[in-house]
T-cell receptor, first 110, second 115 residues
Framework: GQNIDQPTEMTATEGAIVQINCTYQTSGFNGLFWYQQHAGEAPTFLSYNVLDGLEEKGRFSSFLSRSKGYSYLLLKELQMKDSASYLCAVASGGSYIPTFGRGTSLIVHP | DTAVSQTPKYLVTQMGNDKSIKCEQNLGHDTMYWYKQDSKKFLKIMFSYNNKELIINETVPNRFSPKSPDKAHLNLHINSLELGDSAVYFC??????????????FGPGTRLLVL
């Protein structure tokens, strides 16, 4: 199985940059996902990393280091609407179905 | 058009009852899933299902059973509901069982409260 760890809560200021870290312990790594979930809504896909390095998509970037079992989600030019939970999920072993961490609740304030 | 839909959105019921939650996807995907999200927001896979294979998370009680009348539907039937079943249940779908880079699309969730 997987052991996925991410901070429970973070706060940041509108317009700033925030980095949300995720560490995992697993065998047979098949990829790492980041999802965004607003309160009372369904998770929505943000990114997928299977190779080391940085993937950039607009204001959001995701980084992966497989040797360190580490990923981060970088959010730039924060907006109030970015206040949400950010879920790190890892697929491993014989499965490509992601297992989710507990999520990081991000609060963006003016 | 809604890609993945679930009914009902809210479900309040008594302990011991049997209930079903319905899920439909109009994406033409081959694989569907059920997740449970508890009060601490921990999202856990319950089942994944395509027309060839049902994969059950071994921690799921056998009171929970998925039923798929066709490829576009995966309903969740729960027998003898317990207080601990209170949670948000999300349906999801993907093109293949191997999610890889192919994202999963989640439904809006069903908020189940067992009294």
């Amino acid at each position: 199985g997987q052991n996925i760890d991410q901070p429970t809560e973070m706060t940041a200021t509108e317009g700033a940059i925030v980095q949300i870290n995720c560490t995992y312990q697993t065998s047979g790594f098949n990829g790492l996902f980041w999802y965004q979930q607003h309160a009372g809504e369904a998770p929505t896909f943000l990114s997928y990393n299977v190779l080391d390095g940085l993937e950039e998509k607009g204001r959001f970037s995701s980084f992966l280091s497989r040797s360190k079992g580490y990923s981060y989600l970088l959010l730039k030019e924060l907006q109030m609407k970015d206040s949400a939970s950010y879920l790190c999920a890892v697929a491993s072993g014989g499965s490509y179905i992601p297992t989710f961490g507990r999520g990081t609740s991000l609060i963006v304030h003016p | 058009d809604t890609a993945v839909s679930q009914t009902p959105k809210y479900l309040v019921t008594q302990m011991g009852n049997d209930k079903s939650i319905k899920c439909e996807q109009n994406l033409g995907h081959d694989t569907m899933y059920w997740y449970k999200q508890d009060s601490k927001k921990f999202l856990k896979i319950m089942f994944s299902y395509n027309n060839k294979e049902l994969i059950i998370n071994e921690t799921v009680p056998n009171r929970f059973s998925p039923k798929s009348p066709d490829k576009a539907h995966l309903n969740l039937h729960i027998n003898s509901l317990e207080l601990g079943d209170s949670a948000v249940y999300f349906c999801a779908s993907s093109q293949e069982l191997e999610v890889r880079k192919e994202t999963q699309y989640f439904g809006p969730g069903t908020r189940l409260l067992v009294l």
